[in-house]
C-alpha cells in the first residue's frame, strides 16, 4: 500500500510561483509513473503534468506548458511541481497521484485519470 503526502500549497499573487511536493512512501518511487490532477471548485479533476519513470517520459496539459515543470527524486521519494507565472485559473486543490502500470501512453494515463493511489491534497490560491 502506498502512501502520498503533498505539501507547498499557499496563496500567491498573480504571477508568482510555488513548488509543491509530493513524497511518497510504501515503495521505492523509482517503479512508478506519477501525475500532478487539480480540481477547482464546481469543476472536474484534471490532468495537469505526469512524469514516467524515466525523467525523459513528461506530459503537462496544454493551460500549463511553459509555465509548469514537473521533476522526481528517486533517491528522496520525491516528486516536484514547479509553479511559475501563476493564474487566478489555476487556483484548484492539488493531488499527486501513482498512475496505472498499463501499456498506455503517459498522455492517455494522465488525461484519462488512471489513478492507483492519491494524496490528500494541498490548496493553491492565486489571488491579488
Known amino acids: 500500500q502506498l502512501q502520498l503526502a503533498e505539501s507547498g500549497g499557499d496563496l500567491v499573487q498573480p504571477g508568482g510561483s510555488l513548488r509543491l511536493s509530493c513524497v511518497v512512501s510504501?515503495?521505492?518511487?523509482?517503479?512508478?509513473?506519477i501525475g500532478w490532477f487539480r480540481q477547482a471548485p464546481g469543476k472536474e479533476r484534471e490532468g495537469v503534468s505526469c512524469i514516467g519513470r524515466s525523467d525523459s517520459i513528461i506530459y503537462h496539459t496544454d493551460s500549463v506548458k511553459g509555465r509548469f515543470t514537473i521533476s522526481r527524486d528517486n533517491a528522496n521519494n520525491t516528486v516536484y511541481l514547479q509553479m511559475s507565472s501563476l493564474k487566478p485559473e489555476d487556483t484548484a486543490v492539488y493531488y499527486c497521484?501513482?498512475?496505472?502500470?498499463?501499456?498506455?501512453?503517459?498522455?492517455?494515463?494522465?488525461?484519462?485519470?488512471?489513478?492507483?493511489?492519491w494524496g490528500q491534497g494541498t490548496q493553491v490560491t492565486v489571488s491579488s
Open positions: 497521484a501513482v498512475l496505472k502500470s498499463w501499456l498506455l501512453t503517459i498522455q492517455t494515463l494522465c488525461t484519462n485519470i488512471e489513478v492507483d493511489y
Open positions: 510504501g515503495d521505492n518511487l523509482d517503479h512508478y509513473t
